[in-house]
């Protein structure tokens, strides 16, 4: 079926209109002119509700999404989504609850808040939890600005770096210099793990602490973790965990079991709120005891001795990170889940992840080598160099995938990999479904072998071709213009009308 | 197995075999033996039906939108969202898809994005805006970094004392290791004027909110005027309601816009998800936070779109990135564009008229009142201040008992207003309401006595 859908802006006619509205009702006030808009808001569209849901349900089937397929995307966790989580979230007791309504009145919400803060510190080892953060990196951002705080609080303000391995996410460094830290890069040693050596040599009277991805983006436990760990308090820094891997290891250990002071929870990975086509999420974070008192509130508290819930900031917060409590909506979703699959329930998700993830590497590390021959945890990271065929790269095997009905997995990640192929089934996915995954990879072996070009061609059955992104970037078009869509269009012309004189231009 | 599993222990041992172990606690032997396989503390596992009667019950602890009249606004507002948003919103090719990453296969989100940026770009009269930030506070935040490092050797932001409180203690935590000086707002009642009178050649930008926090709607061209003169930038926090019938930030001298963009099509959600606009001139385009998609043509010569101009990005350029956002509120992108696409031109207006007529007869009716006083030196958009003789926490306390939500308590963040609630009234406040509001301050007027 052909999906293709005109921007909404090419379908707008004068005087439509697809809400029905209330009238006004009140004797009308005099308007200030002086402030009035005067552009008729030149540009906006005019349509139907029919036209708005028909255009928005017709674009809505370009995309692929968990529903439809495996969505092996390393790193980013892209499990099932229950349903019960978005009926939850709708109940007008929390859809409709504002955020500054008197906390005796919003005591149902602050309940799920407290109790959540609690579960999440049981399940990673840590003494306090803030659900402010709205996102991993924003998580990262708090932890950061913790430790500095901590670190002035010290009387050592000169503790100004942040040390992250090479495997890094790049929210790691990003971060970092964002609250005006220095980055220093820690090597990988031959084993997947930390090099201790070089960590070594850059731990100092300068080292704020360290960010770790745990398992990392290798999808790999580091082996020393606690020996990395004891350096890194050694020279005075602090252990930041990043939890975008925290999938993989829910009743198997707890980073704060191991060192870590303080991480950032991916409640939409681990917990799985939906990700939204690349938001909401929730970047909970949660910390020991000593660092407490700088997490950003508001914070939830049990008044001792009664059954009431208050909002409080800790003496020495870091303050806020955004307006009002946090993204509530994920909240309560992450809260539902841990409700029902209670402990044994989370322990069963990593063991089925890492299972699931090892499966994937034993059937397919003899036509793709393993960035590290040992066993993974909830990802396996492997290289599209192929022994037969040279010329393939990761990208065309991962275009490939998408003819095959498989959204591919990350690609080109951990930069410190080449040619990385980074495959995370999640504990959701079915030995039936990874294995027609692993029919295809093989498959695409042996096309490449045979015949590379079907590889540089594809997708061929996606709703579209490989895009020009460097012509997109050259000539930044980011709003809709009649002139330059025509524009865009004539080129489409010029381009094909050898090959296919008969195609129309939409 | 939990219900979200899809293997059975047949295919589990299956696997087991092919990886060559006979147990799957054989895959963790890395951890550390001492720490493996902690008993968790957590309550009982529940069933899907057990989980929605708890819910249901906690729900109604609550007193929401829907369960009482709202006058509260404060930065979160209770507009119309037609049920068309929530059915669109529910399709799961949108809500459990990742970032698109591979343009392909997720041309929905991204030209859904796309037209997000153009209906954006149309409302604030702005050349480019990014696919979302968390919400109005942290937008707002990064602009002042984003001025901060597009103009050079200028290391103060001034802040009217009227932006949001969360806003600009949001802009605090956000530049605390960045060596900026954040001022402006010391005096919680100073005027736009004695900002202006601050401004001088190490400013790199003026941040005012339009409507003000206190509801108050502001011109935004002498302010413009007057940071250009300087060398500096205007930041101006908008809300998008108030864009259907007020003046256009772009025309009248923006250099950036931010705001909340909740009041579009997003539900209240005790806080969250919302939504974060961010939209700047053109020349700050390379020094944008935050995803882009940007139109092309595939191989084939059909028009399709893509993420563009990631470079700016923390996934390319770690450490020199603009900023580290990587998840953003997609999702609620979605939701503004398709309430945006509903209300198109006649709506928009139409909204933001009914929310000011009705407004005003509000502040009109409450003004008749004896005891309570309508503060408001200019013209106001759809929130208004009213200063009482008593305090407003047992105002609100009477009112709550009557069915409604009163204003916002500004004693704490506004001191110099004395006893003054910030009252919202909205299209979902219809005369009848207003009218058993009034009744009701009346009523609690004339029992003075119990308060």
Request: charged share 20%.
């Amino acid at each position: 079926m052909n999906t293709f859908e005109p921007p909404i802006f090419e379908l707008s006619g004068p005087g439509k209109c697809g809400v029905n509205l209330p009238t006004v009702d009140v004797p009308l006030a005099e308007l200030p002119q002086e402030l009035l808009r005067t552009d008729d808001l030149a540009g906006f569209p005019e349509l139907s509700e029919t036209e708005v849901t028909r255009h928005f349900t017709r674009i809505s089937q370009r995309n692929f999404c968990i529903d439809t397929g495996m969505y092996p995307l390393g790193s980013c966790t892209m499990k099932y989504n229950p349903k019960v989580h978005e009926a939850a979230a709708r109940l007008p007791g929390f859809a409709a609850l504002h955020p500054l309504t008197d906390p005796a009145h919003a005591q149902g919400a602050l309940w799920i808040m407290e109790q959540l803060q609690s579960m999440l510190a049981e399940i990673s080892g840590f003494d306090a939890v803030s659900l402010q953060p709205a996102a991993g990196a924003q998580g990262e951002f708090t932890g950061i600005l913790v430790f500095r705080a901590y670190h002035h609080a010290q009387g050592d303000p000169e503790r100004v770096e942040v040390l992250c391995p090479d495997s890094a996410h790049g929210t790691n460094p990003a971060t970092a210099a964002m609250v005006g830290m220095r980055v220093v890069e820690v090597k990988t040693d031959h084993n997947g793990n930390v090099d201790l050596d070089d960590l070594q040599s850059k731990l100092g009277p300068r080292t704020a602490g360290l960010m770790l991805t745990n398992p990392n983006t290798l999808g790999l436990f580091d082996e020393h973790v606690q020996q990395v760990a004891e350096l890194v308090h050694g020279a005075g820094g602090l252990m930041y965990g990043d939890g975008a891997n925290f999938n993989a290891i829910l009743g198997i250990v707890r980073p704060g079991d191991v060192g870590f002071d303080f991480m950032h929870y991916n409640l939409h990975k681990t917990f799985t709120t939906p990700h939204g086509g690349g938001g909401p999420g929730c970047g909970a974070v949660g910390c020991k005891t000593f660092l407490e008192d700088y997490l950003p509130g508001p914070r939830v508290c049990h008044v001792i001795d009664s059954d009431k819930f208050e909002l409080f900031t800790p003496p020495h917060s870091i303050g806020r990170l955004k307006a009002f409590h946090g993204n509530f909506g994920m909240i309560i979703r992450a809260w539902v889940y841990i409700r029902t699959l209670g402990a044994a329930g989370l322990r069963e998700v990593s063991e089925n992840a890492v299972l699931n993830a090892n499966y994937l590497r034993v059937k397919l590390q003899d036509l793709y080598p393993v960035a590290y021959d040992r066993t993974c945890m909830h990802e396996v990271v492997l290289k599209g160099q192929l022994r037969d065929a040279p010329a393939a790269k990761t990208l065309d095997i991962a275009k490939r995938l998408i003819d095959y009905g498989f959204h591919p997995p990350t690609v080109y990640f951990p930069i410190s990999v080449p040619e990385a192929i980074m495959i995370e089934p999640t504990e959701t996915e079915s030995k039936r479904n990874m294995d027609a995954f692993i029919v295809a990879m093989r498959q695409i072996v042996a096309e490449a072998v045979e015949d590379i070009t079907i590889l540089k061609q594809a997708p061929t059955t996606a709703p579209l071709r490989r895009l020009d992104e460097v012509g997109a970037a050259r000539k930044p078009i980011l709003k809709y213009d009649p002139v330059k869509f025509q524009e865009l269009r004539r080129s489409h012309a010029a381009a094909t009308s050898d090959e296919q004189p008969e195609r129309p231009t939409y | 197995m939990s219900h979200y599993i899809s293997n059975t222990d047949e295919e589990r041992a299956a696997m087991l075999d092919a990886i060559g172990i006979g147990d799957v606690k054989e895959l963790f032997d890395v951890v550390p033996a001492a720490v493996r396989f902690p008993q968790l503390d957590l309550p009982p596992a529940l069933s899907e039906a057990e989980i929605m009667r708890q819910l249901g019950r906690l729900g109604r602890l609550n007193s929401d939108t829907q369960s009482t009249l709202s006058f509260l606004g404060a930065g979160a507002y209770n507009h119309f969202v037609p049920a068309a948003v929530d059915a669109l919103l529910r399709r799961a090719e949108y809500y459990t898809a990742y970032t698109p990453y591979q343009p392909e296969i997720a041309q929905g989100t991204l030209q859904a994005i796309f037209e997000y940026q153009s209906l954006l770009c149309a409302l604030t009269g702005m050349d480019a805006a990014n696919a979302s930030h968390y919400d109005g506070a942290t937008a707002l935040a990064e602009a002042a970094i984003m001025a901060f490092t597009s103009v050079r050797n200028k290391r103060t932001v001034l802040v009217a004392p009227t932006v949001h409180p969360h806003y600009r203690a949001t802009l605090r935590t956000y530049t605390q290791g960045l060596g900026l000086t954040i001022t402006g707002d010391e005096d919680t009642g100073a005027a736009l004027d004695d900002l202006l009178a601050q401004i001088d050649g190490n400013t790199a930008a003026v941040i005012v909110q339009t409507p003000d926090f206190l509801g108050q709607l502001h011109d935004l061209k002498p302010i413009a005027d007057k940071i250009h003169a300087a060398g500096g930038l205007l930041i101006a926090s908008v809300d998008l309601v108030a864009l259907g019938l007020f003046q256009n930030p772009g025309t009248a001298g923006a250099d950036i816009v931010t705001g909340e963009g909740q009041g579009m099509g997003i539900s209240l959600s005790y806080g969250g998800p919302y939504l974060g606009i961010f939209a700047s001139k053109h020349q700050y385009l390379r020094r944008m936070p935050g995803r882009l998609v940007g139109a092309t043509t595939d191989m084939n010569g059909d028009v399709g779109y893509v993420l563009t101009l990631q470079t700016r990005e923390q996934h390319i350029r770690r450490e020199k990135a603009t900023s580290n956002i990587c998840t953003n509120q997609g999702l609620m992108a979605l939701a503004a564009t398709i309430h945006m696409s509903l209300l198109g031109k006649a709506g928009l207006r139409k909204v933001a008229e009914i929310c000011y007529h009705r407004a005003h007869y509000a502040a009109a009716e409450i003004a008749k009142i004896p005891g309570f006083e309508v503060v408001a030196p200019g013209p106001f958009f759809k929130e208004f201040v009213v200063s009482s003789i008593h305090p407003i926490e047992g105002l609100n306390t009477a009112l709550a008992g009557m069915g409604i939500q009163g204003g916002y308590d500004l004693s704490a963040d506004y001191p110099h207003l004395g006893n003054a609630m910030l009252v919202c009234v909205t299209e979902m406040n219809t005369k009848e309401d207003i009218d058993q509001f009034v009744q009701a301050l009346r009523t609690i007027w004339e029992g003075r006595s119990d308060l």
